[in-house]
């Protein structure tokens, strides 16, 4: 049974002290919500890693992930770092791949292959985002540049290897600008991407991997996202900043 996931992606906002009360709000509020198999997980900026991470303690249902890291293991890269850092820190899951660094930092899809690389080879799991622009969808031709995206940077995996992946589906016309993917247009999308992975490695890899939402996931979609077969949870943005609002989207998990 793959896991269901409800993950906050902070991205740059926060100071230290905003962000240590965020945490401890959403840890207060979720002691009971989260059942299962469920996991959550806050993305936060690097500076605040170890210090959110030692506030969550030994919980074993609330994780940190960081946003993004270098493909390079060490050496003369200023302002980058590694999963090798990571691993150190004992931080267990990477955001790759998300359309911001795709869009603002000109990562493509071979590059982001060698950061899959470097995060699995630290025994870490890559959250990969892939999704599709609004002239993209607006063409038709969304579902041939997500499996495009998928398998440039995931192909080259073994089965085992893939199977440590977690796979977010962001429609970029939908992160930040309140418009989102229908319930059904979310459900079409991560299916097309489940059947693509179960072409190339079989059914019950696909089955195996987690596929979770973001695009302006919010308390009042958030159910009837998640109610979707191949949704298996959330990759929030805003309203991850919003300690009520991102209790009341993992309930909806």
């Known amino acids: 049974m793959r896991q269901q ?23 207060a509020m979720v002691a009971d919500e989260v059942k299962g198999d469920a ?32 493909e390079h ?43 899959v690389d470097a995060v699995l080879k630290q025994s870490l799991s890559p959250i990969f985002c892939c999704g599709e622009p609004l002239e993209i969808r607006e063409k038709g031709t969304h579902e041939q540049l997500v499996k495009q995206q998928v398998e440039e940077s995931l192909f080259h995996l073994s089965a085992e290897s893939l199977q440590k992946v977690v796979i977010a589906y962001e429609p970029v016309w939908a992160i930040g600008t309140g418009k989102t993917a229908t319930a059904q247009q979310a459900q079409d999308m991560h299916e097309v ?17 987690s596929i979770l939402y973001g695009g302006s996931v919010n308390a009042a979609n ?32």
């Open 5 to 27: 996931i409800v993950a906050g992606n902070w991205k740059m906002n926060k100071t230290l002290q905003e962000a240590n009360t965020l945490a401890s709000e959403v840890m």
């Open 39 to 70: 996991k959550v997980i806050f993305c936060v900026p690097f500076p605040y890693l170890v210090p959110i991470k030692n506030q969550l303690g030994k919980n074993s249902r609330i994780f940190v992930a960081a946003q993004n890291c270098s």
């Open 73 to 115: 293991e060490s050496g003369a890269y200023t302002g980058e770092v590694s999963a090798v850092m990571l691993k150190s820190m004992d931080i267990p899951y990477v955001i790759l791949g998300h359309s911001e660094r795709r869009q603002y930092f000109g990562e493509n899809g071979s590059l982001l292959a060698k950061k």
């Open 193 to 209: 991407i489940r059947k693509h992975i179960a072409g190339k490695y079989g059914q019950p890899v696909a089955d195996n991997i």
């Open 222 to 253: 958030a159910k009837e996202l998640f109610a979707n077969a191949d949704v298996d949870g959330g990759l929030v943005g805003g309203a991850s900043l919003k300690s009520r609002e991102f209790t009341e989207i993992i309930k909806a998990i």
